[in-house]
């Protein structure tokens, strides 16, 4: 065991290719001369993509809040956009952005997804709204054949923020196609990652055209009649590269986020005082990118103190999402108490590349010992 662990244990995948990847990719760049503006390794991974994930079209981007920004922008009309009181604030920053109103629904309790009650009680309430944006959390998902439903009866554009799902599969199938549009991220915490980066996926010919549009100062592809605001948000040959690179592991990357997964389950004793977020299920194939332990009430005062204490001992546990959602609007946050109660509860535990059955062996053994010197 280590007890005197030198290295930082980051949240996130930190899966940086290696210096041989990189040299490949800068090698290639500097034969090619060809640099940005939608090159041919954009292309290659475009396709790649398309092929891993089973959807028509993919457009990379230059990191996933453009690509949210860029697909907002392209399918909200007008009115409000409704998203639960919990994510990372990106998902809510873009809607500001393209000048819409956030609406917020709660999420389930002790979950990251949309409570469904909730969700209809403001479809129903709040005609004002004309778009869904939801966030597929923790690498689980949401319950997409109800939200699907939901969205369909009240008339309302769905898009999913899957930035911390790729690879999940709902039913036996990828996700990248439940919304008009989906959105991934490639951040260098991802699963795979161009280190900054990110697309946005379809199946919509005509929403494809009007996407890459937006995306490019170019005006790229097809004919688009109507002049659209545009967003430069393409991505770079480099980062293109680096992404094919990334996504040439992601089977041994996501083999080893199972066997983290389930050591951390194995070690780990929660003796009632919190419980291990499980984001597979019967239905859902998960990519295992975070380990989440959700506090329990009487405890969740000590968050704080469990953070700074993991932080001292080289481990950048993360509360992962505690953050003000109320700069976003005015609604009451005592109208979404899942949400809040799973701002204040939850704390993320590193998983990745970087993290090795060593390292889980020590993370394990400070939380237990943490929480077995708590007198209650
Ligand atoms: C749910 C969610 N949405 C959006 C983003 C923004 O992604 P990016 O950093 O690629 O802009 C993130 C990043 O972590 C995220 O987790």
């Not at 509860?345 to 394990?364: A, K, Q, W």
Request: proline letters at 4%.
């Amino acid at each position: 065991m280590l007890d005197n662990i030198s290295k930082v244990l980051p949240v996130g995948q930190l899966y940086v290719p290696s210096f041989e990847d990189f040299k490949d990719v800068v090698d290639h760049l500097s034969k090619n001369n060809y640099y940005t503006n939608h090159g041919p390794l954009l292309k290659s991974l475009e396709k790649e993509l398309s092929s891993y994930l089973g959807v028509k079209y993919v457009l990379g981007v230059t990191n996933a809040t453009i690509g949210l920004i860029i697909a907002l922008e392209a399918l909200h009309e007008e009115g409000s956009v409704l998203t639960p009181r919990f994510s990372f604030p990106a998902t809510m920053n873009a809607i500001c952005m393209i000048g819409a109103n956030v609406c917020y629904c709660d999420t389930l309790q002790d979950s990251p997804n949309a409570c469904l009650e909730s969700l209809e009680d403001k479809l129903i309430n709040d005609n004002s709204i004309k778009t869904i944006l939801l966030p597929n959390l923790w690498s689980t998902l949401n319950q997409i054949e109800h939200i699907k439903f939901l969205a369909k009866k009240y008339c309302a554009t769905l898009i999913y923020d899957s930035s911390q799902a790729f690879s999940c599969s709902y039913e036996g199938e990828k996700i990248s196609i439940n919304g008009s549009a989906e959105v991934f991220s490639f951040h260098a915490t991802k699963l795979i990652t161009s280190l900054e980066g990110g697309c946005i996926t379809t199946n919509n010919s005509s929403l494809y055209e009007k996407l890459t549009h937006i995306r490019s100062s170019y005006g790229a592809v097809g004919n688009v009649l109507k002049p659209l605001r545009i967003g430069s948000g393409r991505m770079s040959e480099l980062q293109a590269g680096l992404c094919l690179k990334s996504l040439s592991y992601i089977k041994r990357s996501i083999e080893q986020n199972r066997k983290i997964f389930n050591l951390y389950k194995e070690l780990l004793k929660p003796k009632n005082k919190y419980k291990i977020f499980e984001p597979g299920s019967r239905k859902i194939e998960s990519s295992y990118q975070y380990v989440v332990l959700i506090l329990d009430q009487a405890v969740n005062q000590v968050r704080g103190k469990l953070t700074v204490h993991l932080n001292n001992n080289n481990i950048f546990a993360k509360a992962y999402f505690n953050y003000d959602f109320s700069v976003f609007n005015d609604e009451n946050p005592m109208d979404f108490p899942n949400s809040i109660k799973l701002s204040k509860s939850c704390i993320c535990l590193p998983i990745g590349e970087r993290i090795t059955p060593e390292d889980v062996i020590y993370i394990s053994k400070i939380v237990n010992d943490f929480f077995d010197s708590l007198d209650f």
